[in-house]
């Protein structure tokens, strides 16, 4: 882990780099991992593709997530406790 528990998945995401955030999903990176303010590397990258009005990269990135992720409830995707 990088600085405040914050990952390489977190860095990638944070950064908006969708292709290597896919590339890090299929090598079996947590993208539920929180770091220490609760962020995980998937609130990174919902947040960038918001912004950048990206929705059809928020709904494949999310259909690969599901995919490699073995369980996700509608909570961790909306990052709700």
Not at 5 to 11: E, N, S, Y
Not at 32 to 49: G, N, R
């Amino acid at each position: 882990t990088l600085d405040q528990g914050r990952t390489a998945a977190h860095l990638v995401c944070s950064n908006g780099r969708l292709d290597l955030a896919k590339l890090f999903l299929d090598q079996g990176a947590d993208f539920l991992a929180c770091d220490s303010h609760e962020v995980t590397p998937m609130h990174e990258i919902f947040s960038i593709c918001w912004e950048e009005r990206q929705i059809s990269d928020v709904e494949e990135f999310v259909k690969i997530l599901m995919e490699n992720q073995k369980e996700i409830t509608l909570n961790e995707l909306t990052g709700e406790r």
